[in-house]
């Protein structure tokens, strides 16, 4: 036979476990608009008597109450190792789609302003000069209009040098953000091993070390695995950067300028071996920004000055200015940051192939250089069309990726977000559980009043 005073064990019980059911509520209530929360629920089980037969005692085959066997972290695992490699594709793809941008930007095509139509307007003067051989007007306009086709070639590159150093300053600071985090999430491994041995509920902690994955997802494509004792270990390219409570640095090292990108290239690097990461997310995008893309594009820029500069000069050189001048380079420099016009004197252009003379020969050889199958224009056309399909590939594919990236999140919010609906129905579901194990109770105690109190005195 159960004791008769056993029921209010069981009531007690029911009153510690709908109380916790409601702090659990509470807290999910509270931080349901908190960053990376995840909600958390109350498992309960019933509690059991002993069953083991004893000589003098029995049982009535009841439970003894109710109790919280875990306070349950709603986080599907799977869309998390999901959400982290969708975040990782995402951000690799939304960088070089900003650097395709940025590019562009600086190049500015189509315009009337940009280098294309600089250059037309550059043979245009010279097919000036080439009609008026005899008149130094068009000869000073055509050095004004190089110039300025020059400085377009210089501005150019320096933009993108610009772009190159930027990046470069950006992935110093990711560079250490990602030994942050790492580092943080030794330090939760360490506390949540430790909490979950000793029987501690460790749920925010895991959703702060989570958030922190993700970031490095987000930075270096990173993944993650847990382990049994609850730690969590990340990988970069499937090399261990945090294992438990150890971490691995990282460095990014070579060239500072541009210039020097192809004797000493970029690369993220492990600090304590010095080998190669080949990252993801926005770090293997900056890298490939940095060792690819930019230098491409500034190779191809330097192809164009240098077919302008070489098609120019080799028709100067044939002809004599109106000073009698020969053999005179009308363009320095081999790159498109060094180019520049060396005439500065309208009578120094070569304009006719034979002294004394007003033939337009030469002027007028120049002039069609714009109009060739292989010279600088057509180069520079293919340049930026090529820019533009890639440009226009990258961006389509980071915003499917987006949306692709948005719908793992919102599975994973309909898994693991609080939804206020539902956090208010179950806090009415433990109030009136609360209600009704407090009734309980106090029917157990009435009923024990009438047998202590009130048994036994009839007929005093």
Known sequence: ????????????????AQRRGLDVTGQNIANANTEGYTRQRVDMQAQVGSMSPAMYARTDGLGTGVSVSAVQRLKDEYLENRGRAEHGTNAYLASQSATYTTIEDAFAEPSDTALAAQMRDMWGSWNDVANNPQ???????LIQQSATVASQFNSAHDALSRQWEQNRTQTEVHVDEINVAARSIAQLNDSIIQANG?????????DRRDLLAMRLAELTGATAAKRENGGMDVFINGATVVTGTTTREVEFTGAARLEDQTADPVALRWKDNGGKIEAGGTIGAVVDTMSKIIPGLSDQLDSVAKNLIDRVNAEHVKGVSADGSTNLNFFAGTTAGSIKVLIRDPDQVAVSATAGTRDNSVADAIADIGELAGGPDREYQNMIGQLGVISQATTRRSEIQGVVAEQVDAARESQSGVNLDEEMTNLLTYQRGYEAASRVLTTIDSMLDQLINRTGLVGR
């Open 1 to 16: 036979m159960a004791s008769s005073f056993g029921g209010i064990n069981t009531a007690l019980t029911a009153l510690y």
């Open 135 to 141: 008149l130094a007007a068009p000869r000073s306009a």
């Open 198 to 206: 000793a029987g501690v509920p460790v749920n925010e902690l895991e």
